[in-house]
């Protein structure tokens, strides 16, 4: 794809033989010359992929309701309350 960090753009020879001596001219590079090889150029083949599997529903942004209830043990009463923020207020320092 043009434009795309990380593609090469060297020419197709280059590309395949994975070298870095591309220097990118047209229409044939230096070192395809350099090395008397075929250039195949700068033309991309288009591959289009289709997908046999279904990928999973996109998440579309809506608010989740979720239902939490607490256990009997982790629940307490007003006066539970009250009694824990005097007890914490009372035992440690501030």
């Not at 990380?6 to 230096?30: A, E, H």
């Not at 009463?77 to 005097?86: C, K, L, N, Q, V």
Request: net charge positive.
């Amino acid at each position: 794809m043009v434009g795309v960090p990380g593609r090469s753009k060297s020419c197709g020879t280059c590309r395949i033989r994975r070298k870095g001596g591309c220097d990118r001219k047209r229409p044939f590079c230096r070192h395809c010359l350099k090395l008397r090889l075929k250039c195949d150029g700068y033309g991309r083949n288009t591959v289009f992929v289709t997908s046999t599997t279904r990928s999973p529903p996109r998440y579309r942004g809506e608010a989740a309701e979720w239902q939490i209830t607490l256990p009997n043990a982790l629940a307490r009463s007003a006066h539970e309350e009250r009694y824990f923020d005097i007890f914490w207020r009372t035992y440690l320092p501030e």
